[in-house]
């Protein structure tokens, strides 16, 4: 079975459903029949490099009054995941190497690993993840040779792929993250309660096996 998941590294419900799917897949049965794929989708493809207004404040842009709440929440909601999502740090940038980077991972199997890095690095330690410096540290930390992160970095392996990555969403009728798309079926939620990502699993995997 493929789960394709469809997040980007701005999006703090890609980072509680991140935290939910790995507490569900860790309780599920045929875990090691899941094929897990992480795709590329920007948010914000046209903000540029440079850190400029905190998350906390372009919502407060787009929603008001009822920005304060908003953000209440989501902390809550990560809290609970034991996820520190600091808004008021994280400025939102251009993720377009930071999927790359996702990509390159994927071939060196780390994939899982260097979303988890880039998603604590923006969300919780505020850092720019459009830096080429903080991008290669993280590659680093992640287990991968930083020659070889430097050089997707200095030139443009993957694009390609990110791009491709775009347009298998619309294909496949993702508008949001997370989103998760099993097997190519209508994408779903992949910010669900741990308890139903485990039914959706459950029920996904019984109906693969034969007979």
């Known amino acids: 079975m493929k789960l394709e998941i469809y997040a ?3 999006c703090p419900w890609s980072y509680i459903g ?3 799917l790995t507490a569900a897949l860790a309780k599920q049965a045929g875990r090691d029949t899941i094929e897990i794929v992480w795709r590329a989708y920007e ?3 046209d903000e540029g490099r440079t850190p400029g207004p905190t998350a906390a404040e372009a919502m407060a842009g787009w929603r008001g ?3 304060p ?3 209440a929440r989501i902390r809550s909601l990560g809290a609970a995941e034991g996820l520190e999502l600091n808004l008021h740090l994280a400025r939102p940038v251009n ?3 930071a999927h790359r980077l996702v990509k390159l991972a994927a071939d060196r199997r780390r994939a899982d690993q260097m979303m988890e890095l880039l998603l604590h690095a923006y969300h919780t330690a505020g850092l720019n993840v459009a830096d080429a ?3 290669l540290r993280l590659g680093g930390e992640a287990g991968l040779d930083t020659g070889e992160v430097r050089t997707v970095l200095d030139g443009d392996d993957y694009a390609d792929e990110v791009r491709a990555d775009r347009r298998r969403a619309a294909e496949h009728g993702v508008t949001g993250v997370p989103s998760l798309v099993i097997d190519g079926r209508p994408p779903v939620s992949g910010v669900q309660p741990v308890a ?3 039914g959706l699993l459950r029920v996904l995997i019984k109906s693969e096996r034969p007979g």
Do not use: G, H, M, Y
């Open 196 to 198: 139903d990502l485990q």
């Open 95 to 97: 993720t377009f190497d």
């Open 69 to 71: 709440a908003r953000i």
């Open 18 to 20: 991140k935290r939910r």
């Open 8 to 10: 980007d590294v701005l």
């Open 43 to 45: 948010l914000a493809p």
């Open 133 to 135: 410096q903080v991008l």
């Open 65 to 67: 009054e009822q920005a």
